[in-house]
Every structure is written in C-alpha cells, then in structure tokens.
Nanobody, 129 residues
C-alpha cells in the first residue's frame, strides 16, 4: 500500500519561499508519475505540478517560473520548491502518486486529479501580505 507523507508547509510573507517534501513508501518502483495539488477554501482541488518517470514536468500557468517540482528516486521523495509566493498560493497542498510512468493527455498531462490512486494528508501553506 502506497503511503505519502507531506511536510514543509508553513506561513510566509509575500515573496517568500517554501520547499515541500513528500516521502513515499510502499512503492515497488520509485519512478511513477507524481504530482502536487492544492485546494483553497471553497475551491476545487487543482493540479499544480507533475513529474513523470523520465523527469518531464508540467505546471499550471500561474506557477510557471516560480515553482519547481523534482524527485529524489534514491530517497523516494518528491519536492516542490515554491518561490515568489503570492497570497493566491495559500492552500492545502497534497502530494499524489499514480501507477503509470508517463503523462496522459486524457488526464491533463499529470494535472488531472482522476488519474491518481494515492494521496497524502496535505500540508498547509499560508502566504500573507
């Protein structure tokens, strides 16, 4: 059974940075598609960034140039480096894992929620002005 545990959330001021981590266990492989999602109060969960087994990445437009997704396969850990944070980045952030190796256009190239089988409990990010 795949288990995902996020960490690294917190409260920062506008323009600040945070690095989220997601420790994965229960995988028999370390290179599945993985992603970061977020959900703000009263809004639907949205895909923020995703990475496939070849290291290809995909981001929503609002975080391009500010967020970077990466993975350390030896440590079974997924990261999200978030720079130049804005108040609209405030949300609960979730790590998710799929059992496929590559992005699928039918699932939004990694940014669609429906393709993911496994989810963490989330870590909260608050950006204040």
């Amino acid at each position: 059974q795949v288990q995902l545990v996020e960490s690294g959330g917190g409260s920062v001021q506008v323009g600040g940075s945070l690095r989220l981590s997601c420790a994965a266990s229960g995988y028999d492989r370390s290179t599945y598609v993985m992603g970061w999602f977020r959900q703000a109060p009263g809004k639907e969960r949205e895909g923020v960034a995703a990475i496939d087994s070849d290291g290809r990445t995909n981001y929503i437009d609002s975080v391009k140039g500010r967020f970077t997704i990466s993975r350390d396969n030896a440590k079974n850990t997924l990261y999200l480096q978030m720079n130049s944070l804005k108040p609209e980045d405030t949300a609960m952030y979730y790590c998710a894992a799929d059992l496929s190796l590559y992005f699928s256009p039918s699932h939004g190239y990694g940014l669609g929620t429906s393709q993911y089988c496994c989810w963490g409990q989330g870590t909260r990010v608050t950006v204040s002005s």
